[in-house]
């Protein structure tokens, strides 16, 4: 009888991008399809990474996020410090190989507690010009830039934690304006919600 423990396997950058597109994979497959193929790996690896991911955040000695995060995806690439308000926040940003010109950033409150987790666009990369709602491409853009574009959008509440929705008014390629609401998964965008299911 084998008594030996198993090691367990890394958990490391390629298997949180997996977590980011098991999300996606809600509302826009066929791009996480396309993503799974340049990573090398299948929907089950994907499966597999986001329950080895919860596991982590429901654990009864779970890490506090700054902490985890680090352990995930080693050190930041950038660490400053932002204040919203009378708050100062660390702000830690890594690289995200899927998406080259965004990285993904945790805002960590004194003590640890973390305010937010998302993608936003990298310091040296441009963003797309938005200018109409079909400017509006999967994967393209992330919440701060759909809210400056079409300013002054409302925040709403999303469908799950790591899900964004923003309410704004845009004009179309000929010219006429409507209300839009966008969803982002991890602060980048992935659709325009059907008003039905508002």
């Known amino acids: 009888m084998n008594t030996m423990s198993t090691v367990p396997e890394p958990f490391g950058p390629l298997e949180f991008q997996l977590v980011l597109l098991r999300r996606m994979a809600d509302h826009q497959p066929e791009l996480v399809e396309d993503a799974l193929r340049e990573l090398g790996v299948d929907r089950s690896a994907m499966r597999e990474a986001n329950r080895r991911w919860q596991a982590m955040l429901h ?26 308000g009378d708050l ?14 965004l990285r993904f950033e945790v805002l960590a409150a004194p003590g640890g507690a973390v305010w937010n987790e998302w993608l936003v666009r990298a310091p040296a990369s441009r963003g797309p010009a938005l200018r109409t709602v079909e400017d509006l491409v999967p994967w393209s853009c992330t919440v701060d830039e759909v809210a400056r574009a079409f300013a002054p ?22 010219g006429e304006e409507k ?8 602060g980048l965008f992935q659709r325009l919600v059907p008003q039905l299911l508002l």
């Open 59 to 84: 654990s009864p000695r779970r890490r506090a996020a700054g902490p985890r995060y680090r352990s995930v995806l080693g050190p930041p690439e950038t660490a400053t410090t932002r204040t919203v």
């Open 88 to 101: 100062a926040f660390e702000a830690l940003t890594w690289p995200v190989p899927l998406w080259p010109d």
């Open 153 to 174: 959008a409302r925040p709403m509440e999303g469908t799950a934690p790591t899900r964004w929705r923003l309410s704004f008014t845009a004009a179309d390629a000929d």
């Open 179 to 186: 209300e839009y609401v966008a969803e982002f998964t991890w």
